[in-house]
């Protein structure tokens, strides 16, 4: 795999409301609209969802996937990887989220994807790069309201 792309955005919320919205995987609907819908499929002893099955649909990157999510770093990060997709045959993320002060939050995405299909590394770099910007975007609109 090539490395991630990556984007950096700063949300005017309080930390402990930007991890609530990164943590509630299954809610990703109801601010991202590449995420059509999330299912919750596993979950561990603290009730985090540690498998969740999501349906993509981000411009160029649109699948089915399930995703594995690993909270050892959580609040700081929280990281994925793929278990299965229809298309894709990586995929792997990390979410950092750092407070400015009490009433900010910077938060950081890191992509990176790999397809079944050959795409030149340009073009996949700039659709995970589109897809982070745009799920950084919704995801300040849906805190600053």
């Given at each position: 795999m090539a490395e991630f792309s990556k984007s950096v955005i700063t949300i005017d919320s309080p930390i402990a409301d930007v991890q609530k919205a990164l943590f509630e995987l299954d809610k990703y609907p109801e601010w991202s609209t590449q995420i059509k819908s999330s299912e919750?499929?596993?979950?561990?002893?603290?009730?985090?969802?540690?498998?969740?099955?999501?349906?993509?649909?981000?411009?160029?990157?649109?699948?089915?996937v399930t995703l594995d999510y690993d909270w050892s770093q959580a609040p700081s990060k929280l990281s994925f990887s793929l278990e299965d997709a229809d298309l894709l045959t990586g995929m792997d993320g990390v979410y950092t989220v750092t407070?400015?002060?009490?009433?900010?939050?910077?938060?950081?995405?890191?992509?990176?994807?790999?397809?079944?299909?050959?795409?030149?590394?340009?073009m996949r770099q700039k659709a995970e790069k589109a897809?982070?910007?745009?799920?950084?975007?919704?995801?300040?609109?849906?805190?600053?309201?």
């Open positions: 919750a499929l596993d979950r561990d002893a603290q009730g985090r969802v540690t498998k969740v099955k999501m349906s993509i649909d981000a411009g160029m990157m649109k699948d089915r407070a400015i002060d009490e009433d900010s939050t910077e938060v950081t995405y890191e992509l990176e994807v790999s397809l079944s299909m050959p795409i030149p590394a340009m897809t982070i910007d745009a799920a950084l975007a919704q995801l300040k609109s849906f805190l600053e309201g």
